[in-house]
């Protein structure tokens, strides 16, 4: 059974940055995309970006330009760089497969906040 581990959050000044990881117990190589979601306070659970194993990669229109995805099938990790971090970026960050097939790990709280 494949299970997610995503770390890296924090709080952070509006303008900085963070770097979320998330290590997938199991082979990913079978999973086309995988994405990063987050979920704020009161509201549903969104995609924020994916990659396909191909390298394609898609990202909401409010995180364009300022997050980057990335992933490494060797080392069954997928990663989230945030810069310009703003105060509506705060959620619980998780990462699963788009579609979001596989079970939710524990996510990741991040707040951006002066």
């Known amino acids: 059974q494949v299970q997610l581990v995503e770390s890296g959050g924090g709080s952070v000044q509006p303008g900085g940055s963070l770097r979320l990881s998330c290590v997938i117990s199991?082979?990913?190589?079978?999973?086309?995309?995988m994405a990063w979601y987050r979920q704020a306070p009161g509201k549903q659970r969104e995609l924020v970006a994916s990659?396909?194993?191909?390298?394609?990669?898609n990202y909401a229109d409010s995180v364009k330009g300022r997050f980057t995805i990335s992933r490494d099938n060797a080392k069954n990790t997928v990663s989230l760089q945030m810069n310009s971090l703003q105060p509506e970026d705060t959620a619980v960050y998780y990462c699963?497969?788009?579609?979001?097939?596989?079970?939710w790990g524990q996510g990741t709280q991040v707040t951006v906040s002066s």
């Open positions: 990659m396909s194993s191909g390298g394609i990669t």
């Open positions: 199991g082979r990913i190589f079978n999973i086309n995309r």
């Open positions: 699963n497969g788009l579609p979001a097939l596989l079970s």
